[in-house]
């Protein structure tokens, strides 16, 4: 019998130790592989958060959802939000303000005395929402919409498509993306070690995937060429398209 309760006892044991040991490596991840959390965090994120737009808000039945259109989503998540933020982010960003590493782990009150910190943080949040979000950001989302949508893949129709639909969005697309992101840039860039910032914009973006997502969200009825300047008279796209942040 104390045999069977010894063995009992180092069953749970040996359980309990294979789940906390499980349990940790699961919490290193972030750390251990940032590029490969951040892509795939970002693509199930962005995914997700257009399915629940479309079964809640659009009253969509689970059976019945565009996946086409949750698949750009996804798609836009995984290449922008996670492969190229993670770039920019991670690797470009700190190589163009080198101290952006040592000021995100000074306590505040050293921070607010550290001018050329700030000064780079000021340059962080610049090329994000000055240089990112208004001329990438947005035509390499209706890039990756038109792909699918169109079914062709040949990058001389489907990058002109693009970058038409952000012009024609631009007064309305980039004001609403402001507002969002500069903020909560500057608490990202301000406070976040290197492995954490793609994981909070992908934290931070659910709520705006989720906003955009119910405010333009289908796909057009009719082919991206019959779009003509009526549309835009009062300085705002008819199209339903979807943007998405990271």
């Not at 190589?95 to 050329?116: E, M």
């Not at 992908?202 to 549309?231: I, N």
Request: some cysteine.
């Amino acid at each position: 019998m104390r045999r069977n309760g010894s063995t009992s006892s180092w069953r749970r044991f040996s359980t309990g130790a294979t789940k906390s040991s499980m349990f940790h490596s699961f919490k290193a991840l972030p750390m251990k592989r940032p590029f490969v959390f951040g892509t795939v965090f970002s693509a199930l994120k962005t995914g997700f958060a257009d399915v629940i737009v479309q079964c809640t808000i659009e009253d969509t039945k689970l059976s019945e959802i565009d996946t086409r259109r949750t698949l750009v989503f996804s798609a836009f998540g995984c290449v922008f939000c996670g492969m190229w933020q993670y770039a920019l982010f991670v690797k470009l960003m700190p190589r163009v303000c080198p101290q952006a590493i040592s000021f995100a782990q000074k306590p505040l009150s050293q921070k607010i005395r550290d001018f050329n910190g700030l000064r780079q943080l000021a340059i962080q949040v610049f090329v994000e929402n000055g240089i990112n979000n208004p001329f990438l950001y947005f035509p390499t989302f209706y890039t990756i919409q038109s792909k699918l949508k169109t079914n062709t893949y040949d990058p001389r129709v489907t990058v002109p498509m693009g970058i038409r639909k952000a012009y024609d969005n631009f007064s309305t697309d980039v004001p609403a993306i402001l507002k969002i992101w500069v903020p909560a840039q500057i608490i990202n860039f301000g406070f976040s070690p290197l492995w954490f910032r793609v994981p909070f914009v992908a934290c931070v973006s659910f709520v705006w995937t989720c906003y955009v997502s119910f405010l333009r969200g289908k796909f057009d009825s009719d082919s991206d060429d019959a779009v003509h300047s009526d549309d835009h008279k009062d300085g705002t796209s008819s199209d339903r398209v979807t943007t998405t942040k990271n």
